[in-house]
């Protein structure tokens, strides 16, 4: 599935072009973020968060980034118009079965409550599906402004 994403037509070589927008950089990890707290302090999702909440957040932030940066490369592979089902199509089917097959994988290695890592897991979905869709929204709108 990546090659989809990131293999080259060498009919293409050299007119590749990456869109180094600081926008999924920004609003991936705050969403990220945000949803993250709100499941640590409200859902009580298990984490460092009581004991050391500084470094949950920076590694929290830090993975938001990175998931950025990946739909900096990886969003470009998908035709999609509408800032809605690219959202969808990225968060569920990109990064989403990716983290689920991940977070279950880990479940066979160490011991861990089943209920917490689907919340968990729907939680980063949800929060990834919003940042792209905002940075998609933000980017249409711009596109459309520009081309009047």
Request: hydrophobic share 55%.
């Amino acid at each position: 599935m990546l090659g989809k994403f990131v293999a080259i037509d060498s009919r293409l070589v050299g007119k590749v072009y990456i869109n180094f927008n600081i926008v999924p950089l920004i609003a991936i990890p705050v969403c990220f973020l945000a949803l993250r707290v709100f499941f640590y302090s409200i859902v009580h999702i298990y984490s460092s968060f009581t004991t050391n909440p500084l470094g949950t957040m920076i590694w929290a932030v830090a993975s938001g980034i990175w998931i950025g940066v990946l739909y900096l490369f990886l969003g470009q592979g998908i035709k999609i118009e509408s800032p809605i089902v690219k959202s969808l199509f990225f968060g569920i089917i990109v990064f989403g079965i990716n983290l689920f097959l991940f977070n279950f994988f880990i479940t066979l290695v160490f011991e861990s409550d089943i209920a917490d890592i689907i919340i968990r897991t729907m939680a980063d979905i949800i929060s990834v599906t919003i940042g792209v869709y905002i940075y998609e929204k933000v980017h249409f709108l711009m596109i459309s402004a520009h081309s009047k």
